[in-house]
């Protein structure tokens, strides 16, 4: 009988437990202790959604810039979206640059 209620519970914490997708709420941390293809699927609904904005906004930019951006020190308290905020502000800004209009 003691058999049958210990061996559900340890399978419970044998078997790994599924792991949740990255959102864009989540921190950075989250971000960099994601598997590679978990941060690429994100990056690419972000490259996805932001395409037409801009063509070089593909998912390996998004990938590079938040890769980027969660390497400083003080972004770790910063939110995934608010990293992807910062790519896309600073490659508007770049495209607005005057050196583009030589």
């Given at each position: ?11 419970v ?9 990255l959102?864009m709420?989540?921190?950075l ?59 896309v ?14």
């Amino acid at each position: 009988m003691r058999f049958r209620t210990v061996l559900p519970l340890v399978a419970v914490l044998i078997l790994p437990i599924p792991a949740r997708a990255l959102t864009m709420s989540d921190p950075l941390t989250a971000w960099v202790n994601a598997s590679a293809m978990d941060r690429m699927q994100l990056a690419t609904r972000f490259g996805k959604s932001f395409i037409a904005l801009n063509e070089s906004f593909t998912s390996g930019y998004f990938l590079k810039c938040i890769d980027d951006i969660s390497t400083y020190g003080g972004a770790k308290d910063a939110r995934i979206e608010d990293a992807m905020r910062e790519c896309v502000a600073s490659q508007q800004r770049l495209k607005g640059s005057p050196a583009d209009d030589d």
